[in-house]
């Protein structure tokens, strides 16, 4: 078998990051990652903020639910989730998804090129318990309900175009959708614990008003090829999407998603798993997985996933320790940074900069263990290049 390293070149901001890695051609595949040093080095002391960081980093807090954000006078939402950011002029824009359900939706804050917060404003409302989305390459960002027969928004990241409903990709209980401009498809997740992997195969590049939605069929191994089979009814009733097209695999609770040449990633919180595609062979693979861990896993409760300029993938955790662990391309796992104090809470929607420097994200239910106690952070530093 020949092993041969992947370099994936960078596209900053959320539309495809640098995601450097090695995968296996032929029958034999790369063990998950296993435990050890991080590249960033031990987590240090908490800060101001009760985030434990490695050295050189430090954090900012800038929105808490039902506050005004600093320098605004827009409140921020509940249950912060899902989010991307933007390349906005000069500055940036960082969007963020509200789990809540009714009266979801999404909000938005924008940056100059210091890192001053300059607004702050809503995007979309009138949802379902928005989780996660996705970044498109025109610079829209996917907003999924995560309820049954739930459906994807397509909306605007400056606030000045109406968000639209996207039928077509499907209605089921979706989570996260990640772009892959190479074969002109969007993928999409499904949180049930018999979900099932999809991609959506728009009829124009550029345009979610129709195209042909397709589920993932593969065995029941954690490795092996797959193919893909159009769902007959994405309207999902009354038979669900998930159940429509024979041998379609099944992934327990379907989470983050993210794409960059030519692999996608995405996690199953069910079984704490991070799921590898190589989309020039069509195989399939597992990065991580709790169960076989050496050790203590340092990774638990997987959730929101993202990646660097260097290759290395960010993972979010969902109940677990309040962290995001990192996973290299040398396929080793460690934490990043932790939260403490904040035990009821889960760790959401990471996202960097366009210049890679900082990391946005939120404790879901911050300190009060309530939606209404989400706390939206910034982690700036060294990130590796």
């Given at each position: 078998m020949e092993r041969r390293t992947v370099l994936r070149a960078a596209v900053l901001g959320g539309s495809s990051a640098v995601l450097g890695g090695t995968l296996w051609r032929g029958a034999a595949y790369a063990a998950p990652a296993q435990p050890g040093a991080s590249p960033y080095g031990a987590l240090g002391s908490p800060d101001a903020n009760g985030i434990r960081l490695p050295s050189g980093f430090t954090s900012r807090v800038i929105a808490r639910s039902g506050q005004t954000v600093p320098g605004t006078s827009y409140t921020w939402h509940n249950a912060p989730d899902g989010g991307a950011c933007y390349a906005d002029g000069t500055g940036w824009i960082y969007v963020s998804n509200s789990e809540i359900n009714p009266s979801g939706g999404a909000s938005a804050v924008r940056f100059s090129s210091t890192g001053t917060v300059t607004g702050a404003y809503r995007i979309l409302s009138g949802t379902r318990q928005n989780c996660a989305g996705g970044k498109t390459p025109w610079n829209t960002w996917l907003s999924c309900e995560?309820?049954?027969?739930?459906?994807?928004?397509?909306?605007?990241?400056?606030?000045?175009?109406?968000?639209?409903?996207?039928?077509a990709m499907g209605r089921f209980k979706h989570e996260a959708a990640a772009a892959d401009p190479v074969r002109k498809v969007v993928y999409l997740t499904e949180d049930e614990t018999d979900g099932r992997f999809y991609r959506f195969v728009p009829t124009t590049w550029g345009s979610l008003a129709s195209g042909t939605l397709q589920v993932m069929v593969a065995g029941s191994a954690t490795s092996g090829s797959f193919t893909w089979a159009n769902v007959p009814d994405p309207d999902g009733s009354p038979t669900t999407t998930r159940t429509q097209v024979s041998g379609a695999k099944s992934f327990n609770g379907g989470e983050g998603c993210h794409y960059a040449d030519d692999t996608v990633w995405f996690t199953t919180k069910g079984d704490n798993r991070v799921w590898q595609l190589n989309l020039v062979n069509n195989t399939y693979e597992l990065a991580y997985d709790d169960s076989l861990v050496s050790g203590t896993a340092p990774l638990t409760g997987v959730d929101n996933i993202t990646g660097s300029a260097s290759g290395d993938l960010f993972v979010a955790e969902d109940g677990g320790n309040m962290e995001i662990c990192v996973i290299t391309p040398a396929d080793v796992v460690a934490p990043f940074l932790r939260v403490d104090g904040q035990s009821g809470s889960e760790i959401t929607g990471p996202a960097f900069s366009p210049d890679g420097t900082r990391l946005y994200f939120s404790s879901q239910r911050g300190t009060s263990g309530s939606s209404s106690g989400g706390i939206t952070y910034e982690v700036r530093g060294p990130f590796r290049a």
């Open positions: 995560e309820v049954s027969l739930g459906h994807v928004y397509e909306t605007d990241p400056w606030g000045v175009n109406a968000a639209v409903q996207r039928p």
